[in-house]
C-alpha cells in the first residue's frame, strides 16, 4: 500500500543546533516534494519544493534533499531557534494533482 | 494582499442541517483543493479542483460536495453533515506544480 512517513512524532534538540526531519514514503514516484511548516490551529505554510530531478534545495537556513532511490527527503533547520518550533509537514503529489501529506513532526527547539 | 479566504472560521451545528463553507482566493490561481485535519490522521485531502467546472475526489470525499463556478471560488458543502464530519478543515490554491497556499482553517462541530 501507498505511505508516507515521518521519521518522529516529536523532535527536540538545543538552540544552536541542526534539526534534521525525515520523510519516507512507498509506492509513490512523485514528480517533487515539498516541506510545510505548521503552526498550531494555523494554516500550513509552504517552505520548500525539490523535484526529482534536483538533489538538493536551499534557502537560507534550510536545505532540503531527496532521493528517489531511498524514496526519503531530508529536511535541515541549520543553526536552529525556538522561533523554529512548529510541526513540519512533508507532502507529495502522486499523481493528478491529489495531494498526499505526512504526518508530521512536531520539532521543539529549547533555549 | 494575497490570500486564502475562509467563511466561517468557527461554526457549530446540528446532524443533518446542510452547510457551506466558502473559500476564495485573489491570486487567480488554477488549482484549489480541500483538505481535513485530524488528530492523529494528519491533513487528508478531500476534493480537489484543477480550473473551472473541473473538479476530482480526493482521498476523503464521502460526505462532501464541491463546485468550481469562478476561478476565484471553491466552496465546500455539507449537504447532510454527520458527528464524524468535526474536524479542522482548510482551503488551498496554487498554481498548477507549485507551493500551496493554506487558508486560515476553519472548525466545524457537527453535535
Known amino acids: 500500500s501507498q505511505k508516507i512517513e515521518q521519521n518522529s512524532e516529536a523532535l527536540n534538540i538545543q538552540e544552536g543546533k541542526t534539526a534534521t526531519l525525515t520523510c519516507n514514503y512507498t509506492?509513490?514516484?512523485?514528480?517533487?516534494l515539498q516541506w510545510y511548516r505548521q503552526d498550531p490551529g494555523r494554516g500550513p505554510v509552504f517552505l520548500l519544493l525539490?523535484?526529482?530531478?534536483?538533489k538538493e534545495k536551499r534557502k537560507e537556513r534550510l536545505k532540503v534533499t531527496f532521493d528517489t532511490t531511498l524514496k526519503q527527503s531530508l529536511f535541515h533547520i541549520t543553526a536552529s531557534q525556538p522561533a523554529d518550533s512548529a510541526t513540519y509537514l512533508c507532502?507529495?503529489?502522486?499523481?493528478?494533482?491529489?495531494?498526499?501529506f505526512g504526518p508530521g513532526t512536531r520539532l521543539s527547539v529549547l533555549p | 494582499e494575497a490570500q486564502v479566504t475562509q467563511n466561517p472560521r468557527y461554526l457549530i451545528t446540528v446532524t443533518g442541517k446542510k452547510l457551506t463553507v466558502t473559500c476564495s482566493q485573489n491570486?487567480?490561481?488554477?488549482?484549489m483543493s480541500w483538505y481535513r485535519q485530524d488528530p492523529g490522521l494528519g491533513l487528508r485531502q478531500i476534493y480537489y479542483?484543477?480550473?473551472?467546472?473541473?473538479?476530482d475526489k480526493g482521498d476523503v470525499p464521502e460526505g462532501y460536495k464541491v463546485s468550481r463556478k469562478e476561478k476565484r471560488n471553491f466552496p465546500l458543502i455539507l449537504e447532510s453533515p454527520s458527528p464524524n464530519q468535526t474536524s479542522l478543515y482548510f482551503c488551498?490554491?496554487?498554481?498548477?506544480?507549485?507551493?500551496?497556499?493554506f487558508g486560515p482553517g476553519t472548525r466545524l462541530t457537527v453535535l
Open positions: 488551498a490554491s496554487s498554481p498548477l506544480n507549485n507551493e500551496q497556499f
Open positions: 509506492n509513490y514516484s512523485p514528480a517533487y
Open positions: 525539490i523535484r526529482e530531478n534536483e
Open positions: 507532502a507529495l503529489e502522486p499523481y493528478g494533482q491529489n495531494f498526499v
Open positions: 491570486m487567480n490561481h488554477e488549482y
Open positions: 479542483s484543477m480550473n473551472v467546472e473541473v473538479t
